[in-house]
């Protein structure tokens, strides 16, 4: 059983910035990698950025330099700083989490989704 909580959407101007963030609890053995999916309108669901259990990351090309992903492993927290915002940025933000589960097996949960919305 696994919780992910997310927050920080919301409406924004181009060019400014939002921090998401994702809060995860429940019962697993670790947490294997942490991500952030989008949804744009008319679009299917894609990888924005990811951190693994041993830090690495890795962006979209679309947001590579504008946007961060880090993590508070101590509170199960991972983030999404999001800057130099553009209207194509606007979608629903999913949080992902990709644990070990307590059977050993490895498992993603999702969040609900938090709108982004980017003006021109």
């Known amino acids: 059983q696994v919780q992910l909580v997310e927050s920080g959407g919301g409406l924004v101007q181009a060019g400014g910035s939002l921090r998401l963030s994702c809060a995860a609890s429940g019962s697993f053995r670790s947490i294997n990698a942490m991500g952030w999916y989008r949804q744009a309108p008319g679009s299917q669901r894609e990888l924005i950025a990811v951190i693994t259990s041993g830090g690495i990351t890795n962006y979209a090309d679309s947001v590579k330099g504008r946007f961060t992903i880090f993590r508070d492993n101590a509170k199960n927290t991972v983030f999404l700083q999001m800057n130099s915002l553009k209207p194509e940025d606007t979608g629903v933000y999913y949080c992902?989490?990709?644990?070990?589960?307590?059977?050993?097996?490895?498992?993603?949960?999702w969040g609900q989704g938090i709108q982004v919305t980017v003006s021109s």
């Open positions: 992902s989490l990709r644990v070990r589960r307590l059977t050993y097996s490895e498992y993603d949960y």
